[in-house]
C-alpha cells in the first residue's frame, strides 16, 4: 500500500457514524425517574414565589447568561450539569416569541404562528407548538407571580428534524409532566 492510500484512507469519512440529524431522529434515552426542582421568583415589591414542578432526570441544571430565560434545564444524560446553548431544553422563557405569542392569546385568544394551538384554563392559558429559530418550541403560555411576571412559557424547544417521531413524543412527554406539576406558592 502506497503512501497516498495510507493517506487517503486515514482521511475518508467513516461512514458508520450516523449524520447529527439521523442521531437526533434515533431519538433520547428518557429515564422513567424524575425530580422536583424549584426557584425562587419575585414579584411586586418583596414578595416571593416559590416555582416547582417535576423535570425528567435526563435533563441537568445549566446556567443561562440571557435574562429573558430563567431555570434553564438541558437535556445531559449521565451528566451532572447541562450546556448552555444545546438543545432539546426546558425552560421559563419570556423571549420576544413567547411574549407575543402569550400576548396574543390574550387578546385574540389564537396564536396566529402557531403550528398547533389548545386553549387551557387555569394556571396556564394555552399549550403549543411553534417554529423558533431553526428549532420547534412546544410550551405553555402563562403570567407568573401574581400577574407580575406577563406573558411567559414554560417552554421545550428542541430539534426541528424530530418533528412527527416517537423522539418528539417523548419530549413533549417531559414539558406535560412539568407543566402537569406545575405549583406557584406565595412565600413572602
Known amino acids: 500500500m502506497g503512501l497516498f492510500d495510507r493517506i487517503a484512507r486515514k482521511h475518508r469519512p467513516d461512514v458508520s457514524v450516523p ?3 439521523e442521531a ?3 431519538g433520547f434515552v428518557l429515564p422513567s425517574s424524575s425530580r422536583v426542582v424549584e426557584d425562587i421568583a419575585y414579584g411586586e415589591g418583596d414578595s416571593q ?4 414542578f417535576r423535570l425528567n432526570d435526563a435533563f441537568q441544571s445549566t446556567k443561562s447568561h440571557t435574562g429573558e430565560v430563567e431555570m ?3 437535556y445531559a444524560l449521565s451528566m451532572d450539569y447541562g450546556s448552555e446553548g444545546t438543545v432539546p431544553y426546558l425552560a421559563i422563557q419570556c423571549d420576544d416569541l413567547v411574549y407575543d405569542a402569550v400576548e396574543a392569546f390574550k387578546q385574540t385568544g389564537t396564536v396566529e404562528e402557531a403550528l398547533e394551538l389548545t386553549p387551557l384554563s387555569g394556571t396556564f392559558y394555552f399549550r403549543a407548538k411553534m417554529e423558533y429559530y431553526g428549532e420547534r418550541m412546544y410550551f405553555y403560555g402563562m ?3 401574581g400577574g407580575v411576571l406577563e406573558n411567559e412559557g414554560l417552554c421545550l424547544v428542541y430539534p426541528k428534524a424530530i418533528a412527527g417521531t416517537e423522539a418528539e413524543q417523548k419530549l413533549l412527554g417531559v414539558l406535560d409532566e412539568a407543566a402537569e406539576s406545575w405549583q406557584e406558592e406565595r412565600i413572602a
Do not use: F, G, K
Request: hydrophobic share 20%; net charge positive.
Open 19 to 21: 449524520p447529527p440529524a
Open 143 to 145: 403570567d407568573r407571580c
Open 72 to 74: 434553564l434545564y438541558t
Open 24 to 26: 437526533q431522529r434515533e
Open 49 to 52: 414565589y416559590r416555582i416547582s
